[in-house]
């Protein structure tokens, strides 16, 4: 190889590696959204979604958490057509029915579970309170969230206080769901401000 060829080719190989090492060190100095508080824990998102819009929410809560997604699914899925989801809906509640689960993972070895879902006439859908009753959430944290289409929070934290009394039960977030969320900053500004992330 020609002296000057030779010499181009050391000086490429040179700001290359200049350049990856710029690189590496803007990653480790990179701030992490993740707060000490959850370093180290064990962290699932549950999350029962009908429309999408608390799946949505679900997402953004572990894209920013971390740890495991679970969607929280009935064994007979709830009708597509809203009007005949909703009769179904009244139904169980007039009955106080639970509807059957399909199996989800092991929750003993998690230190936080943040569960979302939406409300369906100011309270939770009565699959909820089938996963609360059979679910021991005893010393964990407990982060919860829902969507709703203008109840807000509905009577959803009082009642998962209730069934969950030795949980540490953070302060929940409502989000506006109806026909898709359209605050997911809303998310971000919550778990800052429960200190689950900085």
Not at 54 to 83: F, N, S
Not at 94 to 120: E, F, M, T
Request: charge should be positive; aromatic fraction near 8%.
């Amino acid at each position: 190889m020609p002296n000057d060829s030779r010499r181009m080719f050391l000086m490429s190989i040179g700001c290359l590696g200049a350049l990856c090492a710029s690189s590496a060190q803007t990653l480790a100095q990179a701030p992490s959204v993740r707060n000490l508080k959850t370093e180290g824990k064990r962290i699932i998102t549950i999350y029962f979604s009908w429309a999408g819009s608390c799946r949505d929410v679900a997402h953004e809560v572990q894209r920013l958490i971390g740890g495991d997604l679970v969607e929280l699914k009935t064994q007979v899925p709830y009708p597509a057509k809203y009007e005949d989801t909703v009769n179904r809906a009244k139904a169980e509640r007039k009955a106080n029915l639970r509807p059957p689960l399909q199996p989800i993972p092991d929750l003993s070895g998690y230190d936080i579970v943040c569960i979302g879902h939406p409300i369906w006439s100011g309270s939770m859908p009565m699959a909820l309170y089938g996963f609360f009753e059979s679910q021991d959430l005893s010393g964990k944290t407990l982060v919860h969230f829902n969507t709703h289409g203008g109840s807000g929070q509905g009577d959803s934290h009082r009642e998962i206080a209730r069934l969950e009394p030795k949980a540490q039960l953070l302060e929940g977030l409502a989000v506006y769901g109806w026909r898709g969320v359209r605050d997911l900053p809303s998310v971000e500004r919550w778990l800052k401000h429960i200190g689950l992330i900085s």
